[in-house]
């Protein structure tokens, strides 16, 4: 496994390498991101992956501050299955002291859920993307579903700029308690841990409710005295087209996600799940 990081040094590397899948990762590693590097691993001949905290896609100085950095665990994890190569960039490499972001139209993504919740963050998501991407020239990039958000922004970055990259959408692994990883669990304490399960539980139940033809405001009050009853803060619940993400308020016959945005303690989590 070759590790890089600067980017003379890694396109040196990638000069001759056709079939290139990146995957794009803030490290502290988990089954989650193993699980897109062995996507990208059965369809690519090289397989990138980056480690990198981007500060531009933060909009909390603190989560910044606090988000886990365990960059010599993460190596050993990405040798273990084989990776091929790992750009792990310092900030100055990638922005050169000018943090400023990318603008380009994001339509209603900008507005809802996440957009709406972390101004700011899908700019900053974009810019790290596409100086990735940029670098890095993928003909695919695998992304995962927990940030289902984000693969639309990502997908749209991609057709505005034309871009001959394809995006892998890529399932959400879960702890065997339901619990979809993230780096940010190793954050949380045993209380808080137990306490998030009941994300996955409240999804659960909406789904279950969705599919028994139970009226979407009656769900969202049921789903939300889980969420409380758990001493979880919710910040959203959302459902919405699994196509475009319009918020659905009725129910329809087209793809419907259930998104939720919440707080285990000082920590956010979201997760989502398809509905029918
Ligand atoms: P992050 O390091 O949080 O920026 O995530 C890097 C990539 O891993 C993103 O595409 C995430 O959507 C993906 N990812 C994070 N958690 C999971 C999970 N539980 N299952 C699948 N993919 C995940």
Redesign the pocket.
């Known amino acids: 496994m070759k590790v890089f990081s600067t980017i003379k040094e890694l396109q040196e590397f990638l000069t001759d390498k056709t079939e290139i899948g990146f995957v ?4 502290a590693l988990h089954d ?2 193993i ?2 590097i062995k996507a990208s691993k059965s369809e690519c001949k090289t397989t990138v992956c980056s480690i990198y905290v981007n500060p531009t896609q933060f909009n909390n100085a603190t989560d910044l501050k606090n988000y886990p950095r365990i960059i010599e665990k993460d190596l050993e994890i990405l040798a273990s299955v084989n990776c091929d190569v790992v750009f792990t960039p310092n900030d100055f490499e990638i922005y050169h002291n000018d943090f400023e972001k990318l603008d380009i139209p994001l339509g209603h993504l900008e507005e809802v859920l996440e957009g709406k919740f972390r101004p700011g963050h899908f700019a900053g998501v974009i810019t790290i993307v596409k100086k990735l991407f940029d670098i890095i020239k993928p003909q695919k990039a695998f ?2 579903q ?2 289902y958000q ?1 693969v639309m922004v990502i997908e749209k970055m991609v057709k505005h700029f034309n871009l001959p990259i394809k995006i892998i959408p ?1 399932v ?2 879960r702890e065997k308690n339901g619990l ?4 940010r669990n190793m954050l949380l304490n045993s209380e808080e841990k137990k306490a998030a399960i009941s994300i996955f539980e409240t999804l659960n139940k909406t789904k279950e409710l969705f599919q028994k033809d139970v009226d979407p405001e009656e769900i969202k009050v049921e789903a939300k005295k889980i969420i409380s009853n758990a001493n979880l803060k919710l910040e959203y619940l959302e459902f919405a087209n699994a196509k475009n993400l319009s918020i659905v308020n009725d129910k329809t016959n087209q793809k419907t996600i259930c998104l939720i945005a919440a707080y285990s303690g000082k920590i956010r989590l979201i997760d989502n799940m398809f509905l029918n």
Do not use: N, R, V, W
């Open positions: 794009p990762t803030m490290g989650g991101h699980s897109l992304f995962g927990k940030d984000q890529c959400i692994l979809a990883m993230s780096s």
